[in-house]
C-alpha cells in the first residue's frame, strides 16, 4: 500500500435475486410500530392483518375522542363550580 492510495475498495452490487423477491413489492405493515411486512395477508411480525390493524386504531381514536370529551366536561363542571362560588 502506498500513500495517498484510497483505502475504500468499490464494491460491486453483489446482491443477486435468485427467488425472485423484489424489495420494492414489498407491503408493509400498516401499525406504524410494527416492523413486519405482510405475507400471505398477515403481517410477518405481529401476525395482525392490515384490517385488524385498522379497527385496532379505529378503536384506539374513539376511546381517545371519549376521553378528551370526558376531559372537556369535566373542565366545565369545574368552571360552572367555580362561578357558582364566585357568586356567593
Do not use: Y
Request: proline share 2%; with cysteine; aromatic share 2%.
Amino acid at each position: 500500500m502506498e500513500c495517498g492510495v484510497s483505502l475504500v475498495e468499490e464494491v460491486e452490487d453483489t446482491f443477486e435475486d435468485d427467488n425472485g423477491f423484489d424489495l420494492g413489492d414489498r407491503v408493509l405493515c400498516p401499525d406504524g410500530t410494527c416492523t413486519g411486512i405482510i405475507v400471505d395477508g398477515r403481517c410477518s411480525e405481529c401476525g395482525r392483518t392490515p384490517d385488524e390493524v385498522k379497527k385496532q386504531e379505529e378503536q384506539q381514536e374513539e376511546q381517545q375522542e371519549e376521553q378528551e370529551e370526558e376531559q372537556q366536561e369535566e373542565q366545565q363542571e369545574k368552571k360552572q363550580a367555580e362561578k357558582e362560588l364566585n357568586k356567593e
